[in-house]
């Protein structure tokens, strides 16, 4: 099954206007806020045990990602790493501590009030309390028991326009965007960045969909389509649903083709 992204590359007109009113319109909003629509971040953050937009997740203890298939019971990390150590029985295996920085979620730094986000999450300290718990040589547990620490304010949000993370440190990124945009550098000198900040796709997440840089005729016409299919019983893929916001957000499409999101998602 697959995504056809029909874009139209007109740009934002009355009608577009008129047509995003005419959507959100019809739009139920109080059912939309329970699926997840956060509509200030522009994201939708769908509940894991979602009737037809959920998913299940891996068996392995402390594991969240989804199975490779209804009958799969590992996701494609963990089916490597059964692999790797030996094909143990499952229900073992299932049982055995997954490496935790295999996790890319973000979190807040540990330091009480602190509203940086960590590093990563074997570090679980921002950028600044990093530094100064490397200073001070101290682990982790005897640097939170400090009573000296300061919080610290949020940077502000990285500039990736698809983007709902915070900036970690000087650079106007978060940590992924900031990497990416090295390589996409290298890959390419003459990069034009602020094209490349209007169309460089979130970070993955687990059940989170950016609708940020979409035209709000895409987004009401993505939206609707959803309301749709829920309200006729049919599940929704979110990493097709995904697909399709990049790929929008990437052509700079003003609409799409409505029927695409009935029939191939
Ligand atoms: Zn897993
Ligand atoms: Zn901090
Ligand atoms: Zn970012």
Known sequence: MSVAVVPNFVRARDADTAEAARLWAAIDQPRLRDLGWDHDRHVLIVARDHPLMGWKTCEVQGCDKKKGTAREPLCQGCRKRWH???R???DEFFHMPKPSWRSIGVKPCEVPGCERPWRTVRIRLCAAHWWQQRQSGQSLTAFLARTDLV???ALGPCLATACYRDRVGQMPYCNSHDQ???VARRADPDLDVGMW???VSEVV???EVSFRGLHPRVVGEVLFGIQDRLTRG???REELLRQ???QARASGAATLDIFCIGVCV
Do not use: D, F
């Open 197 to 199: 900040r209007a169309t």
């Open 180 to 182: 990416r945009l090295r």
């Open 84 to 86: 790797q150590s030996g």
């Open 244 to 246: 399709l916001c990049i």
């Open 88 to 90: 143990p029985p499952l």
């Open 205 to 207: 997440v687990r059940g």
């Open 151 to 153: 919080a610290l304010g």
């Open 234 to 236: 049919m599940a929704t």
